[in-house]
Each structure stands twice: as C-alpha cells, then as structure tokens.
Nanobody, 116 residues
Framework: QVQLVESGGGLVQPGGSLRLSCAASGFFFRIRPLAWYRQVPGKQREFVATISGVSMANYADSVKGRFTISRDDDKETVYLQMNSLKPDDTAVYYC??????????WGQGTQVTVSS
C-alpha cells in the first residue's frame, strides 16, 4: 500500500535550518509529482512546495527563497530544505502525493517549531 513517512522535524531557533525527508513506497515514484503542505491548529492545511517528476519546483510565496524542495528517485525520497526559519513557519509538515481521482495520500506529519 502507499506509504509516506516524514521525518526531520524538531525545535529550531529563528534564522535556523532544518531538512525534512519524506520516504515513499507503494507506487511508481519516479514519474509522480510530490508536495509538502503544512498546518497549524485551527487553520486549513496550506501548500508549501511541489516538485514534478522532472524536478521542476514551485513554492508558496511565503517560503520562496528560503525553502528548497528536491527529490532522490533512487531513494524514493523527497526533501524540504528550510533555511532562515521564522516563528510563522511553525506547523506540522505533511508530504502529499496524488495518484488519481480520489487517490490522495498524506503522511503522518512532522512537527516543526521555530522558537527562541
């Protein structure tokens, strides 16, 4: 079955960096776009970044220039390098893949807390 397992979250000071990983399995990874979203309690889940099967990336305006999404097809893993972190980046970060109509998959999420 499809599995997405995020890791790499934690507590970091403002201005610091973290790299999130999402290990995927259960589908043909190489051709699939993948995405990162984030959510804070009481708010809707919001788009952060996406990467296509040929590594074309798009970002939310709020993270452009600070976050970088990448993928390793051999390891079937997608990454989110987060630099210059701000308190507003505090959220649970989720990995996402869409495999067809009504086939949307999410990982369990990893908590990122930016605080001094």
């Amino acid at each position: 079955q499809v599995q997405l397992v995020e890791s790499g979250g934690g507590l970091v000071q403002p201005g610091g960096s973290l790299r999130l990983s999402c290990a995927a399995s259960g589908f043909f990874f190489r051709i699939r776009p993948l995405a990162w979203y984030r959510q804070v309690p009481g708010k809707q889940r919001e788009f952060v970044a996406t990467i296509s099967g040929v590594s074309m990336a798009n970002y939310a305006d709020s993270v452009k220039g600070r976050f970088t999404i990448s993928r390793d097809d051999d390891k079937e893993t997608v990454y989110l390098q987060m630099n210059s972190l701000k308190p507003d980046d505090t959220a649970v970060y989720y990995c996402n893949v869409i495999l067809g109509a009504n086939r949307v998959y999410w990982g369990q999420g990893t908590q990122v807390t930016v605080s001094s």
